[in-house]
């Protein structure tokens, strides 16, 4: 349920309502906006009176949640959430750009990625270290020292780092180099995974799930907001369907969707949704058109000599063009880049 204060309950009352709710057997989590408090109460369902709760002192409305996803859900967090991390907003007024390799393959290939894209204007830098690949004999990336290469070019232009935690025994050593915790499609509903992200406090991007709907997309971040890390950021890479020209088919009509019923960042990844160089740009130009956050697009200085999904990264001069003309789309829908 939604327990909605008066805009002039005292924190006195906010606290003997928290300590209602948990002595019902609820978890309670607090969001303050600018003229109220609101509680949510999330738990197994219980056959309580709602009128005990709105009775309390200080309390204007009580709301029932009927959708399974309670704290991703705009019920609870009406206003669109904007994740702070150093310099850098994600889900505000500004697009994000995230832009890197697949895998980070060595430490002068990743630093020249870095300072072409940083110069367009991305402040992301992606890059994988440990890499669930398809085929066992695939390069599975290079571990910590990826992971070192990656902050080390992270640092020396700026930018924030992100890179995928596959396993909870990675997660201590992925979370000392980086600034963003991806979480990959195959991960999605690995739910032991999740609610340990729900302990920690570090930025986390939620892909979906190669065959996930949207709903299934949203219980999987409601695992880690749970959890109480509540700096969760979706990301739309593609499902899988009948057609297999693309890698995946993109599905950008989730963007306007999971906006409306939802408060976290979307962001999209046109790379992984469309497997091919020449759709990255037109499907990456219509993810801004439909109101995405921000992107997270495949870059390399080499391409085709790429050790992991070189088709799909484009060419550092493909990607200053593309940053060019996002920002003309940006501004017919009221964003900046």
Not at 255 to 280: A, E, F, M, N
């Amino acid at each position: 349920m939604i327990v909605v204060m008066d805009d002039k309950a005292t924190e006195q009352k906010v606290q003997i309502v928290i300590s209602k709710l948990r002595e019902l057997g609820y978890e309670v989590h607090r969001s303050d906006g600018v003229n109220q408090t609101v509680l949510g109460a999330v738990g197994e369902k219980r056959d309580i009176d709602l009128r005990d709760i709105e009775l309390l002192d200080g309390v204007r409305e009580v709301i029932p949640i009927t959708k399974p996803y309670k704290l991703a859900g705009r019920e609870f967090h009406p206003d669109d959430t904007v994740i702070k991390i150093k310099n850098v907003e994600i889900g505000g007024h500004r697009i994000v750009l995230m832009a890197g390799p697949c895998s980070v393959e060595d430490l002068e290939s990743t630093r020249k990625i870095a300072q072409s894209v940083a110069k367009d204007g991305a402040t992301v830098l992606r890059g994988g270290a440990f890499k669930p690949r398809t085929s066992p004999y695939a390069f599975q990336g290079l571990g910590e020292d990826g992971l070192k290469f990656l902050r080390a070019a992270a640092d020396e232009t700026g930018m924030l780092a992100i890179s995928e935690v596959m396993d909870v025994s990675q997660l201590e050593l992925v979370s000392r180099y980086v600034d963003i915790l991806q979480v990959g499609a195959r991960n999605m509903q690995n739910f032991f995974l999740l609610k340990e992200l729900g302990k920690t406090r570090i930025p986390i991007m939620l892909k979906r799930g190669m065959a996930a709907t949207i709903e299934d997309w949203l219980m999987a971040a409601e695992y880690i907001l749970a959890g109480g890390n509540y700096q969760v950021m979706l990301c739309e890479r593609g499902i899988r369907t009948f057609e297999n020209y693309t890698r995946n088919t993109l599905d950008l009509s989730a963007i306007p969707v999971v906006k409306k019923l939802s408060h976290l960042p979307v962001l999209v990844d046109p790379s992984h949704g469309t497997g091919r160089r020449d759709k990255v740009i037109p499907m990456a130009r219509a993810a801004v058109a439909v109101g995405a956050d921000g992107l997270m697009i495949e870059v390399h200085s080499a391409p085709d000599s790429a050790l992991s999904d070189g088709a799909q990264s484009l060419y550092l001069q493909q990607f200053t063009q593309l940053v060019g003309e996002l920002k003309m789309i940006a501004h017919a829908v009221n964003k900046i880049i």
